[in-house]
Structures are given as structure tokens and as C-alpha cells.
């Protein structure tokens, strides 16, 4: 307990706070919203438990954790962190395959430009990257994943996971 003044848990749960109150030094008293949303998640029992079991030293890790997912929970009561984690790695395999396809263009422009590049291509090869790099404007609407009718909603939007 930190002066006269409760720890956010014993002021929550309207309790005296104890010199060795397990939640005193990762709830304070001036963040109170801390504690109530990972209350309302995870229960006083389970975290003081959790707590319990846990190395000092890592036990501010754990309530860091705690409380990001608790977060995610309220924000997304099904996926929670992992509806979060999911909409990132979504991001980045699109954000990949629009690389991807940037590259191919300026590839194909430098072709365009210089067609005598040095490529380890055959000749047949050549051609068809060339033939196809006429109707490169078409290709992009291909990868376009944004516009599907039933891609997963960013979670920390709070958005309907469906469209």
C-alpha cells in the first residue's frame, strides 16, 4: 500500500489494503480503470492466484498482459488478442502481395525500357513477361482483398467482424 491511500483492487473491491497486498504495486490507487477491466475479465481470485504463482520479477510483465488482454476481451469478446493478432497478419500478407506486385511492375517497366536487360531469363520466358506486362493495369484488382464482402473487420475498430 503506498501511503495512506488503497491500492485500485482493495478500493474496487472495498477492502482494507494490506502492507503485502499482491496488488498494491501493479494497481495504483490513481488507475483505477486498470484494475476494474481486468477484474471484470479475469476475477480478483484468478489474477491474485496468477500472481501468486509467478516470479516477482516477471509479475509486471504478467499484469501488463493481463491487461492488454483484457482489453482486447472487452473490445472483442470472442477473438479477443487474437482477433487482433489475425487482422495484422492478414494486413501484412496483403501488404506483401501488393509489394509483390509493385515489384513485378517496375520489373516490367525496366523491361519495357531496356529490353536487353540482363536477366537470368530465357528468351521465351522474356516474351511472356513482356506480353504480360501489357496487361499489368488489369492485375492489381486480382489482389485487391479490402473490397471482399466477407474479409474480417480490423477488432480494435470495434466494427462488426462480418460485412
Known amino acids: ?7 485500485a ?14 496488488f498494491a504495486p501493479y494497481f495504483p490507487s490513481d488507475d483505477p480503470h486498470k484494475f476494474a477491466i481486468v477484474h471484470k475479465i479475469f476475477g480478483a481470485s484468478n489474477v491474485s492466484k496468477m500472481l501468486q504463482e509467478i516470479p516477482v520479477h516477471q509479475r509486471a510483465d504478467a499484469v501488463g498482459s493481463l491487461v492488454y488482454e483484457a482489453n482486447a476481451r472487452m473490445r472483442d469478446p470472442v477473438y479477443g488478442s487474437v482477433g487482433a493478432i489475425s487482422y495484422l497478419q492478414n494486413q501484412v500478407s496483403q501488404l506483401q502481395m501488393e509489394l509483390a506486385v509493385a515489384q513485378a511492375e517496375i520489373l516490367c517497366i525496366q523491361m519495357q525500357q531496356e529490353p536487353n536487360l540482363p536477366i537470368q531469363l530465357d528468351q521465351d520466358e ?10 499489368f493495369t488489369s492485375i492489381p484488382q486480382y489482389f ?4 471482399s464482402s466477407n474479409v474480417i473487420q480490423d477488432p ?6 462480418w460485412t
Open 126 to 135: 522474356k516474351s511472356l513477361l513482356l506480353a504480360s506486362c501489357n496487361n
Open 144 to 147: 485487391n482483398f479490402a473490397s
Open 9 to 22: 483492487s482493495c478500493k474496487l473491491l472495498r477492502r482494507r489494503c494490506a502492507k503485502d497486498c499482491i
Open 156 to 161: 480494435l475498430k470495434r466494427e462488426s467482424l
Open 1 to 7: 500500500m503506498a501511503g495512506s491511500s488503497p491500492c
